[in-house]
Every structure is written in structure tokens, then in C-alpha cells.
């Protein structure tokens, strides 16, 4: 039984064969989302931010896609964000635990924002910390998959 198991046994993942260009291709799209997520949260409007929120959240649920398809494995069509989650939780270590919970609280949300009540707050500052935390999750998946630290030169 593998360390994953558990989450194939639940329908939350399944294996599939490892494709770099897919990796790399979300890896980018993470980028360019975090991009887009960036430039919405300075914005003096806060449905722009709220908007950024919830693409910068997009943003990381992408890396950590990423770091799935690296490691061999999806979430099936039938799973939600929660088995992207739980794969990263498992597979990422207990010293990203902490980084994967704030990723949770993110999910709330952009629930709350897109079904429950459009008006949700986000701050200036609640925008940063969403785009710091999106940042560190595709930077994370980065260094996992090549072993290499990203060094921005913005």
C-alpha cells in the first residue's frame, strides 16, 4: 500500500503517468495567475481585490497541481480543491503543514467570496498576505520539482 492509498482508495486522486510540459505549463499558468492576482490586489477598488483573492488562491491550487502531475498522480474529476489539499499535506511534509492550512483558510475564502456573499472583505492587507502565501506555494512546488531555489530579479 502506498502513501497515497487512502486518497485513491476515498476517489480523491488517482496515478497517472508523470508529464513534464504538463508540469511546466502550470507551473507558468501559476505564475501568470499570481501575476494577474498581484496587479488586482494594489487596486484601490475591493472588488478588484476580492477578485485578486481569489485568483492569487487559484494561483497556488495550481502549483500544487503541479507538484501532483510531478509526483504521478491527479485529482480525479469528481474530487474538489480539498484533494489537492490533502495530497499536499501528505506529500509536502509536516514543515509545509502550516502553509497548506493558511492555503485552506484561503479556500473558505474564495467560497465565501464566489457563492456565498460577494461582499466579503479584503483588505490591502489580506490581498498581500493571499499573494505572499500564493507566492510561496508555486515558489515551493518549484524548489520540490527542480531542487532549485526561484530567484526573482523584479
Excluded: C
Amino acid at each position: 500500500m502506498g502513501p497515497y492509498q487512502d486518497l485513491i482508495d476515498r476517489g480523491q486522486i488517482e496515478s497517472i503517468e508523470p508529464d513534464p510540459a504538463i508540469v511546466k505549463r502550470k507551473l507558468t499558468g501559476a505564475r501568470n495567475k499570481l501575476g494577474v492576482a498581484q496587479k488586482l490586489a494594489k487596486s484601490d477598488s475591493e472588488s478588484e481585490r476580492r477578485e485578486g483573492h481569489v485568483i492569487a488562491y487559484q494561483a497556488a491550487l495550481v502549483a500544487l497541481e503541479a507538484w501532483m502531475r510531478h509526483k504521478g498522480y491527479k485529482r480525479t474529476k469528481s474530487a474538489g480543491h480539498v484533494a489537492v489539499l490533502n495530497f499536499a499535506r501528505r506529500s509536502l511534509g509536516s514543515e509545509h503543514h502550516k502553509t497548506i492550512g493558511k492555503l485552506h483558510r484561503m479556500k473558505t475564502d474564495r467560497h465565501n467570496i464566489e457563492y456565498v456573499d460577494a461582499s466579503v472583505t479584503v483588505s490591502r492587507k489580506k490581498a498581500k498576505q493571499g499573494i505572499d502565501l500564493a507566492r510561496s506555494i508555486i515558489d515551493l512546488v518549484h524548489n520540490q520539482i527542480t531542487g532549485q531555489e526561484r530567484m526573482d530579479l523584479e
